[in-house]
C-alpha cells in the first residue's frame, strides 16, 4: 500500500467516524411501544378473508420471544392484513418477526403487533459477503470502494435527507451533497493527481447542467413531485411544507450522479493514457482523443440510465399495455412524464459530460509538466 492511498484511507475513515455523531433528521412523530425479536410457533388465519388475490383481516400468532425482558416467553401476538399487498406481510412458523409492544407496561398477557419480517440478518449477510467479494477482486482499490460506497450511504443519511426535511432546497442540497460524494470517490479512485481533478471537473459541470435542465423541463413538463413514492406519507407526517417538486429535482440529480462520474473517470483515464503514452500531443489531439473516448462509451451508458429508470415502472407500462391505452394517452400522463423528464435529463447530463471532461482534461494536459509518473495508471 503506497502512502497516498494510506492517506486516503484514513482521511476517509476519520470523515465516516466523525459523520456518525452527525445528528439525524428531527422526529416529528414516535413510534410508540418498543420492538422485540421473535420467532413466530403457530399462525391461524381463520380470520383472514380472501377477495380474488387480496387478503384482509387479522393473522392471531403465536410467537417466542428471542429478546426483552420476557425473552423465552410464548406470547400472542397479530397481524394486520388491509389487501395492500405492497404493505401487507404473512408469516409462517418458523419465520423471525419484529413485534412491537403497545404498552409501556411490560405483561406476558399483553397481545403484541407484528410490524415485518426480521431482515437485518441477511442484510448484513449480503453487505458482508459484497463488500469481501470487492475486496478480494480489487484489493486496495476494492476497500476504497467499500469506504466510499458507506460514505455515500452516510453523506445521504446525515446530510441529505436532515436538510431537506429542515426546509433547505432538495434540488440544491443534492447538488452540494453530489459534490461532497464526487469528490471523496474522485479522491480515493484517482488521489491527488491530475486525472482525479479533470474527472471530479467534468462530473461538476455535468451535474450542474442536469440541475438547470431539471429545474426548466419538470417546470414546463408540469411535474409536480407528487408521483414519487410516499411524498404523500412525508406529507402526512408533519411535513406539509415540503416542496416535492423540489423533492424530484434533487432525486434526478442524484440518480444520475453515479453514471455521469463513472464516464468522467474512463474520459479522463483515457486522456491520462494517452498523453502518458505520447508526451508530444497538443490540446488539439488530446480533446479529439477524448471526444472519441467519450463517444465509444456514451452510447451504452444512455442505454444503461434508460434501463435502469425504465425498470422502476415496468408494472406501470405494462398496465398501460393491458388497458389498450394509446402512447400518445400514456406519454402524457403525469407518472410517465415525471419518469421521461427523470430519464432524458439524467442522459442530457451523461452525454454533456463527455465533451466537458475532454475539453478539460485536454486543457490541463497540454500543459507543460515535469513528468506524469503520478498520473499514470
Known amino acids: 500500500m503506497s502512502r497516498k492511498d494510506l492517506w486516503a484511507l484514513i482521511v476517509i475513515a476519520a470523515a465516516l467516524v466523525a459523520m456518525m455523531f452527525v445528528p439525524s433528521a428531527e422526529i416529528v412523530a414516535y413510534d ?6 421473535a420467532r413466530v410457533v403457530a399462525v391461524d388465519d381463520t380470520n383472514l378473508s380472501v377477495v380474488g388475490s387480496l387478503e384482509y383481516g387479522t393473522e392471531k400468532l403465536e410467537v417466542e420471544l428471542l429478546d426483552g425482558p420476557l425473552k423465552g416467553s ?23 418477526a419484529i413485534v412491537n409492544w403497545p404498552q409501556s407496561e411490560i405483561k406476558d398477557t399483553t397481545i403484541l403487533k407484528a410490524r415485518d ?16 467479494l470487492l475486496i478480494l477482486f480489487a484489493g486496495i482499490t476494492g476497500v476504497k470502494a467499500v469506504l466510499s460506497f458507506m460514505f455515500s450511504c452516510f453523506a445521504v443519511w446525515k446530510m441529505l435527507v436532515p436538510l431537506c426535511l429542515k426546509g433547505w432546497s432538495a434540488s440544491l442540497v443534492s447538488f452540494a451533497t453530489v459534490c461532497v460524494l464526487t469528490f471523496v470517490i474522485m479522491y480515493l479512485v ?8 479533470v474527472a471530479f471537473a467534468g462530473s461538476m459541470l455535468g451535474i450542474a447542467s442536469s440541475l438547470v435542465l431539471a429545474h426548466f423541463f419538470s417546470s414546463v413538463m408540469h411535474v409536480n413531485g407528487m408521483t414519487m413514492p410516499f411524498v404523500q406519507a412525508l406529507i402526512n407526517s ?3 411544507s415540503v416542496d416535492a417538486s423540489d423533492i424530484f429535482i434533487g432525486a434526478i440529480i442524484l ?10 473517470m474512463d474520459i479522463a483515464s483515457g486522456v491520462c493514457e494517452v498523453k502518458y503514452h505520447n508526451s508530444s500531443l497538443g490540446f488539439k489531439e488530446l480533446f479529439l482523443s477524448g471526444l472519441r473516448m467519450g463517444r465509444a462509451v456514451v452510447g451504452t451508458m444512455t442505454t444503461t440510465l434508460l434501463l435502469a429508470y425504465s425498470g422502476g415502472y415496468l408494472t406501470l407500462l405494462m398496465v398501460f399495455a393491458a388497458q389498450g391505452t394509446a402512447p400518445l394517452v400514456f406519454l402524457n400522463s403525469t407518472i410517465v412524464s415525471a419518469e421521461t423528464v427523470k430519464t432524458f435529463v439524467g442522459s442530457f447530463g451523461l452525454v454533456l459530460v463527455a465533451p466537458f471532461t475532454a475539453f478539460i482534461g485536454a486543457l490541463i494536459y497540454s500543459r ?7 498520473d499514470a495508471a
Open 238 to 240: 408533519g411535513y406539509s
Open 255 to 264: 440518480g444520475s450522479s453515479g453514471a455521469v462520474m463513472d464516464l468522467a
Open 368 to 374: 507543460p509538466s515535469r513528468g506524469h509518473a503520478d
Open 117 to 132: 419480517h426480521w431482515r437485518i440478518g441477511w442484510f448484513f449477510v449480503m453487505a458482508g459477503a459484497f463488500a469481501l
Open 74 to 96: 410464548r406470547m400472542r401476538a397479530e397481524n394486520e392484513l388491509r389487501a395492500q399487498p405492497d404493505v401487507d406481510k404473512k408469516f409462517k412458523s418458523g419465520d423471525i
Open 190 to 197: 484517482a488521489g491527488a493527481t491530475k486525472k482525479g481533478v
Open 32 to 37: 410508540t411501544g418498543r420492538t422485540f425479536r
